[in-house]
């Protein structure tokens, strides 16, 4: 099987899967014990933490674990409904975002709050004169994610962070797409939260990672022990932590060479695909997309269709989260493509594993089926 569906999710490490057998089998104890069994996983999970730490470039304190991209965001945008209320209500957003952030908006606003979905453009860009017009003294926060899980668009972080900084007013981002895939600087971005997903860079499911800025207020949304700084509580996944770490480690390690090489692989792909069927139409920027996502459409051809054809390719049409739907996506609805255009539309995502004879040989896949149909 050809995968090509890395922004689903993403194969386990061998090594990441060697570091949680080793957790497992003997850091097996509970992090909050004080004895000596108990120290040893305690060791094994803030070794973690300092390693996902330095992949962003954040302090260690300021990493809390959680079960994923979901969970992250959500504890984020609730956490912080339940802080700034009722002498704050008012959310800004994109009309792009993952379901994990559009949903609990959609619940802020059944509770009174309210929200702005701000628009993008057509390459899927936030509008940053909408962004800054639409905050009012009412404002608490702006969540709009790093890249989008569905083109791989890189939206303009650094510039919100300053319309943000100028209004006193906290930047969430969801940037479960892009760490591990392109440098990502908590730092440089100006964010205050900002949300990892473990099964996105080699890490297994189940694991995640919140940042979230010194000095920042974030609200818990359950009750328990103290663990994770008093903001979420239950027994510390040590496994799952050590794998997110190790993952962290090794990503980091090899992160410019994976950008250069995936991209010229993506590039060889879409060139090949062009050829193919010269009435392909691209979605987003070349040069503002993740450098291993190709987002394209078949004009009058179904996706589902297409990819039916081809037992051997594991690919998606659109958002994975909705591969079963035949409706236009949200995303590409907000960018204005048409809907012959977004029910053509499939989504091809590369990553560590992907090769170049893996690429030639879904390019003679798609070859096939399309002249089939």
Known sequence: MIYLDYNATTPVDESVVQAMRKAMLENWGNPSSGHAIGK???????????????????????????SGGTESNNLVLLGLALHFAPHKNHIITSKIEHPSVINPCLNLLEQGFKVSFISVDKYGIVDLNELEDAITDQTFLVSVMLANNETGALQPIKEIAEICSRHQVLLHSDAAQAVGKVAVDVKELGVDYLTIAGHKLYA???????FVKQGRPIEKTMYGAGQEFDTRPGTEPVPGAVGLGEAAFLVKKDLAKEETRQQALRERLFKGLKAIFPQIVRHGKADNTLPNTLSISFPGIAASDLLAKMDGLCASTGA???????????VLAAMGVSKEVALGTVRLSLGRYTTEAEIDEALRLFN?????I
Not at 204 to 210: F, N, Q, T, V, W
């Open 40 to 66: 040893k996983a305690k060791i094994a999970y803030e070794k973690a933490r300092k390693q996902i730490a330095s992949l962003i470039t954040s302090e260690s304190s300021e990493i809390i674990f959680t």
């Open 204 to 210: 297994p499911k189940g694991i995640g990672a919140l």
């Open 320 to 330: 994975a989260c909705h591969d079963q739907s035949m409706a236009v996506s949200h």
């Open 368 to 372: 096939s089926a399309i002249s089939s």
